[in-house]
């Protein structure tokens, strides 16, 4: 079954505000981390990845937090844009014994209110 | 960066009829692909992974001899849906590793993704 799951299926925030979405993965083997955005009708794009050796990383606008201890994943994006409204997916890679695939959350749709 | 193809992006069938995606990567090799469907407003989940040169992985309650997946080269992978049925409408999305970063680490990239409409 599914091992990660979303906290906040919906999220909505103020354009220039701070959104956090978060994320809490089952599987403490997982050793690779990412987060995903899927725009209406296109396939996920890349946002930022974190390894399990890290528990920070941060991008362009984007920073991703992670926490072994309580299996916890958290994308924080500033100052939001309506073009940074989509669902965000976490994705966890399973670890040693996996070809690669990854394991998706449920996902959090993220709207900007302008 | 990479890129990873899918054709068709959109295809109407009529029940009872095959539909074969493609997905291909289009700047990189890749040895394994990986098929993902995605009913609206779920998340993606994982069907298969495809092998190059050998046959596909699927995963628990996924029919293979419905969902044939042919991996015939390093840049291709195909998905066939046979005999649709309009329970098989969904959003189906590949995704690929580039051969040279490893096999369980470094970005996967994702086609665009085909949605299928069976009528």
């Known amino acids: 079954g599914e091992s990660v799951g979303l906290h906040l299926p919906t999220l909505s925030v103020q354009e220039g505000d701070n959104s956090i979405i978060n994320c809490a993965y089952s599987?403490?083997?997982?050793?690779?981390f990412i987060w995903y955005k899927q725009e209406s009708g296109k396939g996920p794009q890349f946002i930022i990845d974190?390894?399990?050796?890290?528990d920070k990383r941060q991008g362009q606008r984007v920073t991703v937090l992670l926490n072994k201890t309580v299996k916890h994943l958290s994308l924080q994006i500033a100052a939001t844009q309506p073009g940074d409204s989509a669902v965000y997916f976490c994705?966890?890679?399973?670890?040693?014994?996996?070809?690669?695939?990854?394991?998706f959350g449920k996902g959090t749709k993220l709207s900007v209110k302008p | 960066g990479a890129v990873v193809s899918q054709h068709p992006s959109r295809v109407i069938c009529k029940s009872g009829t095959s539909v074969k995606i493609e997905c291909r990567s289009l700047d990189f090799q890749a040895t394994t692909m990986f098929w993902y469907r995605q009913f609206p407003k779920k998340s993606l989940m994982l069907m298969a992974t495809s092998n190059e040169g050998s046959k596909a992985t699927y995963e628990q309650g996924v029919e293979k001899d419905k969902f044939l997946i042919n991996h015939a080269s390093l840049t291709l992978s195909t998905l066939t849906v046979t005999s649709a049925h309009p329970e098989d409408s969904s959003f189906y999305i590949c995704s690929a590793r580039d051969l040279g970063q490893g096999a369980s680490t470094g970005e996967l990239f994702f086609g665009e993704g085909s949605r299928l409409t069976v009528l």
């Open positions: 994705a966890e890679n399973p670890g040693e014994g996996s070809q690669g695939n990854l394991i």
């Open positions: 974190i390894r399990s050796n890290m």
């Open positions: 599987n403490s083997a997982s050793d690779y």
